[in-house]
């Protein structure tokens, strides 16, 4: 019903910045919110970012506060993340999420539609 499509991941070394992009199609009309979550290797996939669709209101996890900002274009079925300060620890694959429900954004069962995700790589 909605699929996802995420690039703009790659290698880049500690303090510098990307962006990721995720473009949403199908039946997009009743997504809710979307997200982004991340998964380093050996380690449980784990919430990064959310923004409800309509009201834009955004929930960050503690370790990216101030670093990374979540934002959408209603427009063109778009979520972004901007990730500056990157550090090694934020080495991962993030995968972008679509929710069609309401419900808890930052869990991850809240969420019906992934990404195939996008490796970020951070060097010290």
């Known amino acids: 019903q909605v699929q996802l499509v995420e690039s703009g991941g790659g290698l880049v070394q500690a303090g510098e910045s990307l962006r990721l992009s995720c473009a949403a199609s199908?039946?997009?009309?009743?997504?809710?919110?979307m997200g982004w979550f991340r998964q380093a290797p050996g380690k449980e996939r784990e919430f990064v970012a959310t923004i409800s669709w309509k009201g834009g209101r955004k929930y960050y996890a503690d370790s990216v506060k101030g670093r990374f900002t979540i934002s959408r274009d209603n427009a063109k079925n778009t979520v972004y993340l901007q990730m500056n300060s990157l550090k090694p620890a934020d080495t991962a694959v993030y995968y972008c999420a679509a929710a069609t429900l309401y419900s808890d954004y930052v869990r991850e069962d809240s969420y019906n539609y992934w990404g195939q995700g996008t490796q970020v790589t951070v060097s010290s």
């Open positions: 199908g039946r997009t009309v009743s997504v809710t919110a």
